[in-house]
């Protein structure tokens, strides 16, 4: 009836005036977090099959003063809209780089750590210039940074290509997250410098849900190995799963399985305890 239409409308547009409250509340916030000291950097652990720790992977999370954590799938998108994430990004860079030289500094065994560019990122003219000093200031090695890039942003061919051969030559790793998400024209893994594929979770997750599950896993890792990338699939929670991917020989793991993203010093007891059982 012509009444609930009315009422859905209205109930619509709060629903909208909530959202864009929200909005508006976010990009405050976030104007004064990096001034406030409100981000933090966690680090998931990354595996290869035989159970060493082989990486790990940078996520940004926003510690707000009455909200507790906000998760960067909520803050991201905000940030990437009106342009913080590019001192946002360059923070995490720079953070993440000084975290993984301390430890190499701690003696312990160099592995990279890996990080997530955004498309705003790349748009930057002097992205290759952000990463290099984030490097020099840390005195991390290049081969231990990884720079995470998503399907999308290669598909932005024009934009990305060049700036990626910079960052290549620069000496940093490279890989495809998410990936099988995107839309792929896979022609873009041989252009493109790309050093290794993450599955998505996606995929792992439906591996023995989906009748198909298990053929697209087994196919990315062979597709993977093919080309010559290594390939880490991420989201692994089972012993199941895992056994699964060890038998297709994929190289890497990263998941609940074996941990959650964790604060440096949690990340420094899983490490020792991986390593004196
Ligand atoms: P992503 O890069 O795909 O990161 C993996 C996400 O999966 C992380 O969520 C991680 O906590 C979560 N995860 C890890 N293992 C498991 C598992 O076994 N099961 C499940 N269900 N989830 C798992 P998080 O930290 O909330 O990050 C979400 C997304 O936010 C990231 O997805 C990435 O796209 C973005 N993000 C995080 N940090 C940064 C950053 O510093 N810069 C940029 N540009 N994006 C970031
Ligand atoms: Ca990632
Ligand atoms: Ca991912
Ligand atoms: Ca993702």
Redesign the pocket.
């Known amino acids: 009836s012509k009444k609930e239409g009315l009422g859905r409308a209205l109930a619509y547009t709060a629903e909208m005036d909530a959202a864009t409250r929200e909005k508006l509340e976010l990009e405050k916030g976030l104007r004064e977090a990096l001034e406030r000291e409100q981000f933090e950097v966690h680090y998931?652990p990354q595996l290869d099959m035989f159970g060493n720790l082989i990486g790990s992977?940078?996520?940004?999370r926003w510690r707000h003063p009455e909200r507790g954590y906000i998760?960067?799938?909520v803050f991201?998108p905000v940030a990437e809209e009106n342009g913080l994430?590019n001192p946002i990004?360059s923070w995490?860079l720079r953070t993440a780089c000084r975290q993984n030289r301390a430890w190499q500094l701690e003696g312990r065994a160099p592995v990279p750590v890996s990080?997530?560019?955004?498309i705003k990122q790349f748009e930057q003219p002097n992205l290759v210039e952000i990463v290099q000093s984030a490097l020099a200031d840390s005195g991390l090695t290049p081969q231990y940074l990884e720079l995470?890039i998503t399907e999308s942003m290669a598909m932005n061919a024009a934009a990305t290509e060049g700036t990626l051969y910079l960052l290549k030559a620069l000496g940093v790793k490279v890989s495809m997250?998410?990936f099988g998400t995107g839309y792929s024209s896979l022609s873009y893994l041989n252009r493109f410098p790309i050093d290794k594929l993450k599955i998505d979770?996606s995929f792992v997750r439906d591996l023995f849900k989906e009748e198909s599950g298990a053929s697209i896993v087994a196919t990315i890792v062979a597709m993977a190995h093919h080309l010559k990338l290594s390939v880490i699939a991420?989201?692994?929670?089972t012993r199941e799963q895992l056994e699964f991917l060890r038998e297709q020989k994929c190289d890497q793991v990263?998941?609940?399985?074996y941990s959650?993203?964790l604060k440096p010093e949690a990340f420094s007891r899983f490490w020792d305890e991986l390593e004196n059982g």
């Open positions: 998931q992977e940078a996520l940004v998760p960067p799938g991201i994430i990004g995490v990080v997530n560019l955004s995470e997250d998410d979770q991420e989201g692994v929670e990263q998941g609940y399985y959650p993203p």
